[in-house]
């Protein structure tokens, strides 16, 4: 009986006394019965909503060294870069190859522009993110364009689509949350398999309150009382229907006509990938939130924007106030990164996006934001995601709604959320954390809706299975309180929506939870 209760013990709480969800066992009644259920739907993230692995892509090669790079030569290695880019561009795919060394980047005889890359079917691979793989190093700070406004200093590396971004039709009637269809007052622009944007922007009053209730605006929050709700969602088009489109994916917010909700085109590009890279920065002060434009972005590596079905994997970011952000994109998966080094500004962050998946992402360095979400990003999901306990997650204003954070371990206090005056609320409805691991102390009645600061306000969130260092909550300020203390099955929100979805889980999820 003693060895028994030693192994209960040694098991400890995640497996031996998780009971199973009541919020989960409403989610399944929701989706046999045809119902709306409390929990959002958030298997549709990442790459091919979940349904494909990234795949090892075989374009055509474009080994910089053939452009003339020379790794470890501590000499620039931006021209040759730039003309393996343009090569693969005019081909329309290529994988731009970095054999193992050290290539710089943004020396002082460099223009202090950064690197941009135009186009589908391009991929950024070296030969491993280790101390011996393939390194990019930015060796001097971007300056901002605005040394007042410190968010301006753009990234080394940014990957863009474009196109056209024109309004396509105008919503009617409405839509639930969860539901796949809109009706439209005009249908003949609409190609099925396209990828179009369900969006609104509108400050009428009764809208602004329906979006921040049971809260209130405040006068000073002007990106929401006077420039209007804004909700911007990435979808493919299953099929036409009448006057009504049909999505691949669900609707994550719900739609009403009346508030001038409408379609437009989405230019970008697909199929983009960084893989098998270390990133490193020259980043080495103490950092010191919002002191100047080099503390806050002079180091920023990577950038993706209007990317869909994309991805970063197996990269190492050392030494950075910025690892990497997609903004404006559509399922990116970004995947078994680290970062590493000095504690910069922020680590991996969804931004203005639909459905990012941010999985099994260790950041050791500290960050002062850790990952998370920030804009109108919706339907992200930071899965199995770590960091350290002197940080805690990004919910960074401008309207961000629907996250899920599963399975993190790390900090959780107040303030590290973000975001001006202006731009909050932090998150809007539906932010859901499951499972989340505590590893700094506890706090007392933590509040989501501060009444001690302007700078951390949340609307009530959903909160599954919180456990780890004792903290209890103010409980009038969360939707859903379930199994404080203790952790519930099932053990991933992700995991089992997806697998409940496709009836299988998919190989690469458990390949991905091997590493």
Same mark, same amino acid.
């Given at each position: ?23 989960w ?48 030569d ?35 005889? =460099?223009?202090r #522009? ?16 280790g ?7 930015m ?45 439209? =007052? ?8 396209e ?8 400050? !009428? ?35 036409v ?20 909700? @409408? ?20 980043w ?5 939130h ?5 503390? =806050? ?11 869909a079905?994309? /991805? ?10 910025g690892?990497f ?21 922020? @680590? ?14 260790? !950041? ?18 930071? /899965? ?21 954070? =599963? ?26 954390? /499951?499972?989340? #691991? ?14 001690k600061?302007w ?13 780890? @260092?004792?903290?209890t ?37 458990l390949?991905? #939870?091997k590493?």
């Open positions: 009986m003693k060895k028994v209760l030693l192994i209960l013990c040694l098991l400890g709480s995640t497996s031996v006394f998780s009971q199973q969800s009541r919020l066992d409403d989610f399944v009644a929701a989706k046999k019965n045809g119902t709306e259920s409390i929990l959002p739907d958030f298997s549709y993230a990442g790459y091919h909503r979940g349904e494909k692995a990234i795949p090892v892509v075989s374009h055509k090669v474009y080994n910089v060294l053939d452009y003339g790079a020379k790794p470890n501590c000499k620039s290695d931006c021209k040759a870069l730039r003309k393996a880019i343009a090569a693969a561009e005019k081909n329309g795919s290529g994988i731009i190859f970095f054999p193992k060394g050290r290539y710089y980047f943004n020396t002082k005889k =460099d223009s #522009k950064p690197i941009i890359v135009k186009g589908s079917n391009i991929v950024f691979r070296g030969e491993g993110s101390e011996n793989g393939s390194e990019l190093f060796e001097n700070p971007m300056p901002a364009k605005n040394p007042k406004q410190m968010w301006t200093s753009p990234p080394m590396f940014k990957f863009m689509g474009n196109g056209d971004g024109s309004k396509l039709a105008n919503v009617k009637g409405t839509a639930g949350r969860g539901t796949f269809s809109v009706e439209l =007052d005009n249908t003949s622009k609409i190609k099925i398999g990828w179009v944007i369900l969006k609104v922007k509108n400050p !009428d009053p009764n809208f602004v309150a329906e979006e921040l209730s049971p809260c209130c605006a405040s006068e000073k929050w002007t990106n929401i009382t006077q420039k209007g709700v804004y909700v911007s969602e990435y979808h493919q088009v299953k099929n229907e009448g006057n009504a489109i049909v999505f691949e994916e669900p609707i994550m917010r719900a739609v009403d006509g009346k508030y001038n909700w @409408a379609i437009f085109n989405y230019g970008h590009f697909e199929e983009v990938g960084v893989e098998n890279l270390a990133f490193v920065g020259n080495k002060e103490k950092f010191v919002h002191k100047s434009w080099l503390h =806050d972005g002079g180091y920023k590596l990577l950038h993706f924007s209007r990317l079905n994309s /991805w970063v994997r197996n990269c190492r970011f050392t030494d950075v106030n690892a952000h997609p903004s404006l994109c559509a399922n990116v998966t970004v995947q078994n990164c680290v970062i590493t080094g000095n504690p910069g500004h922020s @680590a991996i962050s969804a931004s203005a996006s639909t459905r990012v998946l941010i999985a099994k992402i260790d !950041d050791q360095s500290s960050q002062w934001h850790a990952p998370g979400v920030a804009g109108a990003s919706i339907g992200t999901v930071l /899965w199995r995601v770590k960091y350290t306990d002197k940080t805690s997650f990004e919910t960074h204003a401008s309207q961000p709604r629907a996250s899920l954070f =599963d399975c993190i371990e790390g900090g959780f206090f107040l303030g590290r959320g973000g975001g001006a005056r202006h731009n909050l609320p932090n998150h809007l409805r539906d932010l859901v954390l /499951w499972n989340y #691991k505590e590893t700094d102390g506890p706090e007392e009645n933590f509040e989501f809706w501060s009444s600061t700078f951390w306000k949340i609307v009530p969130p959903i909160v599954v299975g919180f456990h780890g @260092a004792g903290t909550f103010k409980e009038d300020q969360i939707q859903e309180l379930e199994s404080l203390g203790t952790p519930v099955k099932p053990e991933s929100l992700y995991e089992s929506q997806l697998e409940f979805r496709l009836g299988k889980l998919p190989s690469w999820v390949e991905l #939870k590493k």
